[in-house]
């Protein structure tokens, strides 16, 4: 004979009370999220929900963020390119006049380096200063006249047998004389090609 089932108790075995509705068998309770470690281990401790587990690696500088380095200061030494452009002025009217003497002719490409040098040394040194460039024209003139004069003296000297130097120091006006009369036009366009190459020479070496 069946035994009847007392009211209440659908499904469960005799003489144990109903679990409530939802909840985990006995020795099952319920474990939170990202569940618990096992019975004996340490628990550890949670993370909140969007946090990072470990600190982030520092942030690379972007390219180009550093300021540019400062620009280089300008060179504007008036004087320092001033002497220097009469010094490269005499050393270029000795080299000319020796030119003039050994070849007895008067050299265009010797007339433009005199000039170039002399710009290039005013230029380098004294830095791009517009009253550079006529100085050094201006020097030009001298060092190529001076050139001439020295080259006339050494074909005169080879000539005549006198001394280099007593023609130069001693005849200097005598050997300006000469000087004129043998000048013509081709002298004067050596003038105006030393003096445009100091110029266009103090200008380039400025830059």
């Not at 009211?7 to 569940?35: A, F, R, S, T």
């Not at 008036?78 to 007895?104: K, R, S």
């Not at 200097?172 to 190459?197: K, R």
Request: proline content about 12%; glycine content about 16%.
């Amino acid at each position: 004979m069946t035994q009847p089932t007392p009211p209440g108790q659908g499904g469960q075995p005799y003489g144990q009370p109903q679990q409530p509705y939802g909840q985990q068998p006995y020795g099952g309770q319920q474990q939170p999220y990202g569940g618990q470690p096992g019975y004996g281990y340490p628990q550890q401790p949670q993370q909140p929900y969007g946090q990072q587990p470990y600190a982030p690696f520092p942030q690379q500088p972007q390219p180009g963020g550093f300021p540019p380095p400062p620009a280089p200061a300008a060179r504007n030494n008036i004087g320092l390119g001033v002497a220097v452009a009469l010094v490269a002025a005499l050393v270029a009217a000795g080299i000319y006049g020796a030119i003039i003497g050994a070849t007895e002719h008067e050299i265009g490409w010797a007339a433009v380096g005199v000039g170039f040098v002399v710009g290039l040394a005013a230029g380098k040194t004294g830095g791009p200063n517009p009253a550079l460039g006529a100085l050094s024209a201006v020097f030009s003139l001298g060092a190529v006249y001076l050139g001439q004069l020295i080259g006339a003296a050494m074909v005169i000297a080879d000539k005549t047998g006198m001394a280099f130097s007593d023609i130069f120091f001693d005849h200097f006006d005598a050997l300006q004389e000469a000087w004129s009369n043998d000048a013509d036009a081709m002298t004067f366009v050596f003038f105006a090609i030393a003096a445009i190459a100091a110029f266009g020479g103090a200008k380039r070496a400025a830059q």
